[in-house]
């Protein structure tokens, strides 16, 4: 079945790196995502991977895929505080209407 | 261009009432979805539209819940009679036809029904 699941909360101080995990359940899938939700906010694409790509980077983000264990990383470098948010691991499949699977969200919280 | 915009952004009402909910995608999306969060739970699918036709309505949790999108534009989703477990987030999403990777989300609607 389709299921992605990810750690709930995360503390990480500014200026450091921040890694958010997934792990997802169907191989099958098209794409995987990264959203970002904002206190008060709608869902921010941050980014998204191809499911034959390794590696995706982008300015302080960087997306590893490991297909063969079904685990999917975020990595912020240098975080702020305006990282603080909570971020959501997502799959799409390209046969299956397109409809996006959801994890149910890392809390990023930013020490000082 | 406007993003997607989503009315109201809150929403409280009475169990047994009528709700409805509108979303405006982006202009040129032929391809509208609405997803919902429940309290403490993922975001789950509801339905997809391609223009005006429902593609999948599989994620719908019954028939007290009934999306329109007539004309192909804009769509609602009305939720009658709300029930205490309606009380969730509901998201809507669009994106072009050719581009279904990429949806943009609308911000929300904050229902609270008591």
């Known amino acids: 079945g389709e299921d992605v699941e990810q750690s709930l909360f995360l503390s990480v101080r500014e200026g450091d790196s921040s890694v958010i995990n997934c792990t997802y359940t169907?191989?099958?899938?098209?794409?995987l995502y990264w959203y970002k939700q904002e206190p008060g906010a709608g869902l921010q694409l941050l980014t998204y991977?191809?499911?034959?790509?390794d590696m995706k980077q982008d300015q302080r983000l960087t997306v590893l895929l490991n297909k063969k264990d079904k685990h999917l990383s975020l990595r912020i470098a240098d975080t702020q505080t305006g990282d603080s948010a909570i971020y959501f691991c997502a799959e799409s499949f390209m046969n299956r209407d397109d409809k996006i699977i959801f994890g149910k969200g890392t809390r990023l919280h930013i020490l000082p | 261009e406007a993003g997607v915009t989503q009315f109201p952004s809150h929403s409280v009402i009475e169990k047994g009432q009528t709700v409805t909910l509108r979303c405006d995608p982006i202009?040129?999306?032929?391809?509208l979805y609405w997803y919902r969060r429940v309290m403490g739970k993922e975001i789950k699918f509801l339905l997809h539209?391609?223009?005006?036709?429902?593609?999948?309505e599989s994620g719908m949790p019954n028939n007290r819940f009934l999306a329109e999108r007539t004309g192909g534009t804009y769509s609602t989703l009305k939720v009658q009679p709300a029930e205490l477990e309606d009380s969730g987030v509901y998201f809507c999403?669009?994106?072009?036809?050719?581009?279904?990777?990429?949806?943009?989300f609308g911000p929300g609607t904050r229902l609270l029904v008591l």
């Open positions: 169907d191989s099958s899938s098209t794409y």
């Open positions: 991977i191809f499911s034959n790509m």
């Open positions: 202009s040129g999306h032929d391809n």
């Open positions: 999403a669009s994106s072009q036809v050719g581009a279904q990777e990429t949806q943009y």
């Open positions: 539209f391609v223009k005006e036709s429902k593609q999948d």
